[in-house]
């Protein structure tokens, strides 16, 4: 006899728009990344937080690399990546381990994303630093872009410039940080981030270096408004943002937040050319799109 509990996910499940439900990609790619990341004990945030694109991804030879282990010093009440207890120790061999995966896979395309670490001092960003290093001494030819948190660990401003000119200076392709949602629900959504701190991060970035192309994403459904989104999206621009992704939140589990609204494709078509008539350059905006979704292709 199912649980209460499972017969509320199955309910979800069969409420879930028909555009939301897609093939997951074929098996045999899917497998060999698992195989390979779970050899070197490593992550993908497209496998820890159950990614919908994650077979296209792999057969357009790219993929997303999660740093620092798989525990997360915050608690976004969306968020699929495990939390609640005390983070992993650095692994001093992780950039090695991801370098010889991108080498193997033959990956043309790396993001490097990492668990909030607000127990190191630096946020994690020379762990950031060291994996692009070794990335590159293995595979020149692979271009990186870097999808990180705040660094806001309690240093206070001069410690989070000092770590996010560390990674400017490694030269990223592109230099990604999600604002998630609008302001008005942050402190709801991101437990422990603030939406001015987030536009700041961009801001600074830019202000380091200019040349550098920023990005950042939102997810839809938490109960938002299109003219709150169109705000968000001016706010991004008023920091010199270049790029934005634009995808529909889907609750990983019943303790996460519930979905308030699923969003059109029709929607999202016009969200999208709005974010191009407000100036952004590159756009994607649909039901599955994520952070890295065709990161690749810009």
Known sequence: MNSPQQVDIKSEIMTMPSWLRRPIGKASEISTVQRIIKQRQIHTICEEGRCPN???????????????????????????????????????EEPQKVAESVRLLGLRYVVLTSVARDDLADGGAGHFVRTMETIRQMNPDTQIEVLTSDFWGGGGVAVQRHSLAMIIQAQPACFNHNVETVGRLTPTVRRGAKYERSLAVLATVKELNDQLPTKSGV?????????????????????????????QYMRPSLDHLPVKKYWTPAEFTELGNIAKEMGFNHVRSGPLVRSSYHAGEE
């Open 219 to 247: 997810m839809v459904g938490h109960g938002e408004t299109m003219e709150e989104l169109i705000e968000t999206m001016a706010d991004l621009r008023s920091v010199k943002c270049d790029r934005l992704t634009i995808g």
């Open 54 to 92: 994650r077979g296209e991804c792999y057969a357009q030879k790219t993929a997303t690399f999660l740093l620092m282990g798989p525990t997360c010093t915050r608690a976004c009440a969306f968020c699929q990546v495990d939390k609640g207890h005390a983070p992993m120790a650095l692994d001093g």
